[in-house]
Each structure stands twice: as C-alpha cells, then as structure tokens.
C-alpha cells in the first residue's frame, strides 16, 4: 500500500528564516511526486511535479527536490503571505486505470513578521 | 481560462439524508477524481471517473457514488449520511487519466448534525 509521511507536522518560522519540509513516501514504482499548497477551507493549488531522482524545481522562494525515499520542500527567505498547508502527494506506476493521488497529512507553516 | 468549479459550497445535512455535489473540470480537461478531506487531514481519493466510466476507486463504501456526463462534469452522491462523512469534498481535474497533474476545485464543505 502507498504510503507518504510528512514533517513536521507544524512549523513556526520568523519571516526570513529559511527551512526544509520534508515527505517520505513508500510507493510501488513512482510514477510522480506532487506538491500543493493549500489556504484554509480552500482546495490545493497546484506547485510542483517530480518524476524522477535528482529532479528539482523552483518557484519563487520554493525548491523542491526529490530522491528515491523523500522529497524536500525548502523555503528559502519566507514571507507572512507563504503560510499556508503544504501538501505531498505521490502517483504510483502501477496505477494502470487511473491518477490517483495518495496524500500525505501536510505541515501547517507560519511565517510571523 | 476557467478553472475547477463545485457547487454548492457549503451544505448542512442530518443524519440518513442524501447529498448530491457537482463539478465541472477546467477548461479542456476530461477526467475528473472526487475527494475527501477531514479536518486536519490530507485528501483521500474517492474515485476517479473518464469517459463516463469509473475507472478507478478508493476505499470508500458503495454508499458513495458518482457519474461523468458528456460535457465531463461530474456529481459525488452519498447516501445515508452519516456523522463521519462531514468533511470537504475536493473535485480535481486533469487531461487524461495518465500522469498528468490534477488542478483543484474550491471545494464543497458539507456538514452532517
């Protein structure tokens, strides 16, 4: 069974002080590695895809990097605007018929001004 | 370029009502997955429907339904409501039922007493 596990499962930074979420996942053959971010009462927004080890993206003050066990989301100079839930999601190779994503639990991120 | 969209966005029910949501996929996309979300939780996959069919499904019981019309849209049906079942319900689009990445509705947050 898919599984992803993400930490911590809050975090409280100062608004400048950069840090690493993490998502460990266990998947039978990784077909992609998602992350969103999420308001609350609002639905994910989409940030970025990973398909394969070594792969990174950026987007602004985020970076996501991935390997064969985890996934990293670092923030680098966060603002009050970045707090938000982010989530991890994995797709596994094997799922022939369909798409869909097995999602981890998020980390609650505050940035304080 | 519109997005996802779900109706309504918020619902009380009570206790063995019915409930039916609905959603319409964006712009050009023609599969659409269903999820719920508890509070505090990620998403968990409902199921995913294309081409009219249900293709793929979690592990939800039968009392949770759904269908895809031809325009794509879709309704999420649950029956027998129980307290458990309050949470919010996440439509997600994508192009196909392959990797590609799914985009996120606002969401419909339902309430059962």
């Known amino acids: 069974e898919d599984q992803v596990t993400q930490s911590p499962e809050a975090l409280r930074l100062q608004e400048g002080e950069s840090s690493s979420l993490n998502c460990s996942y266990t998947?039978?053959?990784?077909?992609?590695l998602f992350w969103y971010r999420q308001d609350p009462g609002k639905g994910p927004e989409f940030l970025f895809t990973l398909y394969s080890a070594g792969e990174e993206k950026e987007k602004e003050r985020l970076k996501a990097t991935l390997t064969k066990k985890e996934s990293f989301l670092h923030i680098t100079a966060p603002k009050p605007e970045d707090s938000a839930t982010y989530l991890c999601a994995v797709q596994a190779k094997n799922n022939n018929a369909g798409n869909m994503l097995t999602f981890g639990g998020g980390t609650r991120l505050m940035v304080k001004p | 370029d519109a997005g996802v969209t779900q109706s309504p966005t918020h619902l009380i029910k009570t206790r063995g009502q019915q409930v039916t949501l609905r959603c319409s996929p964006k712009?050009?996309?023609?599969?659409v997955s269903w999820y719920q979300q508890a509070l505090g939780q990620g998403p968990q996959f409902i199921f995913q429907y294309y081409e009219e069919e249900e293709r793929q499904r979690g592990n939800f019981p039968d009392r949770f339904s759904g269908h895809q019309f031809p325009n794509y849209s879709s309704e999420l049906n649950v029956n027998a409501l129980l307290l458990g079942d309050s949470a919010l319900y996440l439509c997600a689009s994508s192009l196909g039922p392959g990797k590609e990445t799914q985009y996120f509705g606002p969401g419909t947050r339902l309430l059962v007493l």
């Open positions: 998947v039978s053959g990784l077909r992609g």
């Open positions: 712009s050009g996309h023609d599969t």
